[in-house]
């Protein structure tokens, strides 16, 4: 039994995990489709770069998160692993950073593109809610 929940706590962790990805996606192209229709090219470029940064660094701090709590809590784990956690901002920082001192981007806007993973917990939020009431019992 306790097999079953664990496959099926990683089932649902899986199915989470899509849907936050699949809606920072949609977050990022429609900020982009809208931003290019009205606004300066530097303010797409920076939510493009903003929007990339933000899926990157996910898929990032996921791996870092694995490295650093998984397996045995108990045993050693390497500084390195951990290191990464913390390395993952000075990349994204200095790229956005290097683009603006490049006079590529609006630095607003790229800071909005890598609050995609916001937009994505409303979604999900509204998801949750929905099903809640849409599949509530004795009411």
Partial sequence: ?????????????????????????AAVALAIAVSAAVAPWRVTTGLALGGVLSLVNHRWLRSSIAAAFGGDLGAKRPRLKVARYVLRYFVVGLIV????????????????????????????????????IAHREGT
Avoid: N
């Fill in 1 to 25: 039994m306790a097999d079953y929940q664990a496959r099926s706590a990683d089932a649902d962790d899986e199915a989470l995990e899509r849907r936050l990805t699949r809606s920072m996606c």
């Fill in 97 to 132: 950073f290097a683009a603006a001192q490049l006079d590529l981007i609006s630095v607003p806007a790229a800071l909005a593109g890598l609050s995609s993973f916001v937009a994505a917990l409303f979604v999900e939020a509204g998801r949750q809610f929905y099903m809640a």
